[in-house]
């Protein structure tokens, strides 16, 4: 219980610091946006020293510091890579530092400043316009050339999230979404055999749920991950929570309004107990108590581990289109590793291999990034469904400090009008002001 | 010093003056360096952990500082400004904080001052298992705030928690939000964080009891008093030096609390529980906003100061 707790947390902090790299930039901005500032000059010519990527790497022994934030199931998973690729590679020595997310991102920009922080590393793609604004991490499009990795291999939204100010900044190596979990149990007894795909059938399975004696087959969360159902259906429901330029919040639209009605209606209608605190949903659903939960894919390894009977299925379409919240870990470099043409071509060769070898990473519940390992790699995987709807995922745009202030305020409007202490409308409408206004803040202090 | 009035009889004091003496004819002839000498382990720490950070804080807080930004323009009083200025965004917001940090101590505080009073005057009694029950309220002291925060959100959540369901089998309320709507939620904190430091003053009450000389009470019973005048005359004379400490520290640690709504209650329902040390770790750790945050931080020590001052009079000594 401890272990899940901690990971919960982990989960939970994830949001908190949530700021995304959705773009729909072109590529051909993405290949050319280079040499324009001191480190794409400087990293410009790494790739030219080191001439043709092989993917081999023949310098002197180098160390790698690598950072990353995986203390989950995901963990040991990340373990295993990193330490077959120290026993093929025996000149370059990856040294794995691993943060819980939370601190990572307060801990990473503080250790860069000082000198002292990774050489590569992997955070969220929400997390990349932040730091690429702050300068800890630099552009990578010269890495993604050589590497001939391009769109083809990824689909266009993962690809393009990856992209700040037209250049990119990270390396897909996942993609992981909220999904719908059932107990299979409860829709055996319930007589449901196909999971609900829209809202009709989905409410429907509900009803069948109580009529089968679970009186509360759908518990609402009001924090995590209450805010990333939110944005699911106010992306299903057409609406945008962000400007994409930054300058201001938009989640208290009309659309935003309906999204959250229909959540605090699940309590109302009694489908869900009120005050439902952070975790609970989930240790309820673990524990058989209510039927089905919305949560990241990548609580599966978790409840393979728990023994509860589930499966998953996508989020039904509760409004117009069937669409879902999702983030990627997304490789990065630093500018300190710019500065060492070893370490340089050591870490090339590291985020390539590594990329190449992601279908391992399906086990740590995440869906890999690249379309050529995808299928294979989930396949049979609880996550499938999932990976094959990945057109039907949405990111965060990549506005530098967007996390904060979602945590700010779009988080607290939520878990409000849930708890039922705010109408949603009255609660959306007063955090998007807020929002608009740190945007504005932010805008300025990130020079526009 | 009134300490050593109240518990040590004349002689005594003259003993220890003569010490003084002899000690201060031997600090002369080794050079007026060694109290120093002595002094200065402590004295780096002091000036690199608190005297710096007191300067340069100031200092941040007269900018705009993002230490990731190469840009830390200086804006003068402005981030005070803000913080007083009721148009501005962060005026509510740090003043709601500061209301959550006034309402959590106002509650904790007489309960810990009076609770752990009541424990140890049962505790320096003698009675079979004494020292048993002296760790059993020490215990919870020694845990964690993370520890402690976990264990009590899933003990008090409302629909899956222990504490509800006791409760309901008990015949009492069972739907009691406590980790999710207000007045609960102060409640709960208020209620675990007694739980968890208790011990702590308990502690130092029980040393200071078992400093006041027996005989005061012995002459207190010949003089004829009852149990309630011997600890209004003899006990709460006794304990009045350690009862300034105790509220001292007391107000500063519930007014520096954080962790316990941070872990149990996210500073929720909304933000109702986000104390200021909460939004001014969230103001300068998460958001880099370095200069609010240190004015932030420079306004709550300002109120702690008065309120030390306050309590220094209080308990200052009357004389008659």
Redesign the interface.
């Known amino acids: 219980?401890?272990r899940t707790?901690a990971r919960q947390r982990v989960r939970?902090r994830r949001t908190?610091?949530t700021c995304a790299v959705t773009v729909t930039a072109a590529l051909a901005l993405a290949a050319c946006g280079g040499g324009t500032t001191p480190e794409e000059v400087a990293g410009g010519g790494g790739s030219e020293g080191a001439g043709e990527f092989t993917g081999e790497y023949d310098g002197p022994d180098v160390e790698l510091s690598y950072w990353n934030g995986f203390t989950g199931g995901d963990g040991p998973f990340m373990q295993g890579l990193v330490d077959q690729f120290n026993e093929e590679h025996p000149n370059i020595k990856v040294v794995p530092n691993t943060i819980q997310w939370a601190d990572f991102?307060?801990r990473v920009?503080?250790a860069v400043?000082a000198g002292e922080g990774p050489d590569v590393g992997v955070m969220h793609l929400d997390q990349l316009a932040t730091n690429a604004a702050?300068?800890?991490i630099v552009p990578l499009d010269d890495v993604a050339e050589a590497l001939e990795l391009s769109e083809d291999d990824f689909s266009e939204e993962v690809w393009s999230a990856g992209i700040y100010e037209d250049q990119r900044y990270g390396i897909p190596l996942d993609v992981h979404s909220l999904a719908m979990f059932y107990n299979t149990e409860h829709f055996e007894a319930a007589g449901i055999t196909e999971p609900p795909t829209d809202e009709e059938s989905f409410m429907a399975a509900l009803d069948a749920l109580q009529a089968a004696g679970y009186q509360q087959p759908f518990?609402m969360p009001?924090?995590w991950p209450g805010h990333l159902m939110f944005l699911s259906l106010l992306w299903q429901n057409g609406g945008e929570p962000y400007a994409e330029d930054g300058s201001e919040a938009r989640f208290g639209s009309e659309e935003g309004v309906e999204a959250l009605q229909w959540m605090r209606g699940i309590v109302d209608a009694g489908y869900s107990?009120?005050?439902?605190?952070?975790?609970?949903q989930y240790?309820?659903f673990k524990?058989g108590?209510t039927s089905i939960t919305w949560d990241g894919i990548w609580q599966i390894n978790d409840l393979e581990a728990s023994g509860v009977p589930y499966a998953l299925a996508p989020i039904p379409a509760i409004f117009d289109e069937q669409l879902m919240w999702a983030n990627s870990h997304q490789f990065f470099m630093t500018k300190q590793v710019r500065a060492d043409e070893n370490k340089y071509e050591a870490a090339r060769v590291f985020i390539a291999w590594m990329s190449e070898q992601s279908a391992d990473w399906a086990g740590a519940a995440m869906i890999p990034a690249r379309e050529s390992i995808r299928e294979e790699a989930v396949s049979g995987m609880p996550q499938e469904p999932i990976a094959n709807l990945l057109d039907n995922v949405r990111f965060l745009p990549p506005v530098p400090?967007i996390g904060?202030v979602q945590?700010?305020t779009l988080e607290?409007a939520v878990?409000?009008a849930i708890?039922g202490?705010?109408e949603p409308q009255a609660a959306l409408e007063s955090a998007q002001g807020?929002a608009t206004?740190?945007m504005q803040?932010n805008l300025e202090?990130?020079g526009g | 010093m009134s300490q050593t009035r109240v518990a040590a009889p004349g002689d005594t004091v003259d003993v220890v003056r003569r010490d003084q003496r002899a000690s201060r004819r031997g600090v002369a002839k080794h050079g007026k360096v060694t109290p120093w000498l002595f002094l200065l382990p402590y004295l780096v720490l002091f000036i690199s952990f608190v005297l710096l950070p007191i300067v340069l804080g100031l200092w941040i807080s007269l900018h705009?500082w993002?230490?990731?930004?190469?840009g830390k323009p200086f804006v003068g009083l402005e981030n005070y400004q803000d913080l007083f200025d009721s148009g501005s965004?962060i005026y509510s917001i740090f003043w709601n904080s500061m209301r959550a940090t006034g309402i959590f101590t106002v509650a904790s505080v007489p309960l810990l001052l009076v609770l752990p009073l009541l424990v140890a005057l049962a505790m320096n009694r003698k009675f079979p298992g004494r020292n048993l029950f002296r760790a059993v309220y020490f215990a919870p002291y020694v845990l964690g705030v993370a520890v402690v925060g976990?264990l009590w959100?899933?003990l008090l959540?409302?629909?899956?928690g222990l504490v509800n369901h006791y409760l309901g089998a008990l015949g009492l309320p069972d739907d009691t939000?406590w980790?999710?709507?207000t007045p609960a939620v102060w409640v709960a904190l208020v209620g675990v964080t007694v739980w968890w430091t208790m011990g702590y003053n308990a502690v130092i009450y029980l040393a200071a009891l078992q400093d006041i000389p027996k005989e005061l009470y012995e002459a207190a019973r010949v003089d004829g008093a009852n149990r309630w005048q011997q600890f209004v005359n003899v006990t709460f004379p006794g304990l009045r030096p350690v009862l300034a400490f105790i509220t001292m520290i007391t107000i500063i640690a519930s007014a520096n609390m954080f962790g316990q709504s941070y872990l149990m209650?996210?500073g929720?329902?909304?933000?109702e529980t986000r104390t200021a040390i909460y939004q001014i770790a969230?103001t300068g750790?998460?958001?880099?906003s370095m200069g609010d945050a240190a004015a932030m931080s420079y306004v709550l020590t300002a109120f702690l100061m008065v309120l030390s001052v306050l309590v220094f009079w209080l308990f200052r000594e009357r004389r008659s």
Do not use: C, H, K
């Not at chain 1, 107990?273 to 609970?280: F, H, L, N, Y």
């Not at chain 2, 959540?157 to 899956?160: K, S």
């Open positions: 219980m401890m707790t939970t908190l610091a991102y307060q920009p503080a400043n702050r300068s800890v518990w009001a924090r107990p009120s005050d439902v605190a952070q975790d609970s240790v309820a524990n108590e400090g904060t945590s700010e607290q878990a409000n708890l202490q705010e807020r206004e740190l803040e202090s990130f | 705009r993002d230490y990731t930004l190469p965004g976990v959100r899933y959540d409302a629909n899956i939000a980790l999710t709507s209650t996210q929720g329902p909304g933000r969230e750790l998460r958001n880099f």
